[in-house]
């Protein structure tokens, strides 16, 4: 795993977490809908049982929920490691352009404007920085 690959981490575990909690709130909103009854048709005493449909859109949502909660904990940890390890780094501009796009997420130009650096000049900080990290040998 590069650097890079490994800062990257992350990113794609914030990016899944809030994938997951997308569908969530599609399960919620689809578990509060009421299903709908056809009265086109004449219907003797059957009775459709709805309890077995939200039963288990509720399970997918228990299910769902606890995924998530294991996912957070995965991104804590992961991040908390990435912060050593970018804390490691002695050059503080290096840090610092490290911290802004793999702690803070920030795009590029962002980092360009927040550092007053030109961008060309920020990717040349971010190529020296990579050099730089010690990637725990547990992830190599």
Sequence with gaps: MTAKEYLYQAYRLDDLINSYRRELASLKELSLSVGSQDTSKDSVSVS???SARFTRIVDSIVDLETKINNEIENYVSVKN????????VENNDEKLCLRYRYIEFMSWDDIADKMHYELRNVF??????LKNIKIPSSCQ
Excluded: Q
Aim: charged content about 35%.
């Design 48 to 50: 459709k049982d709805n």
């Design 81 to 88: 490691e990435i912060h050593s390890v970018i804390e490691a």
């Design 124 to 129: 040349r900080l971010h190529g020296k920085a």
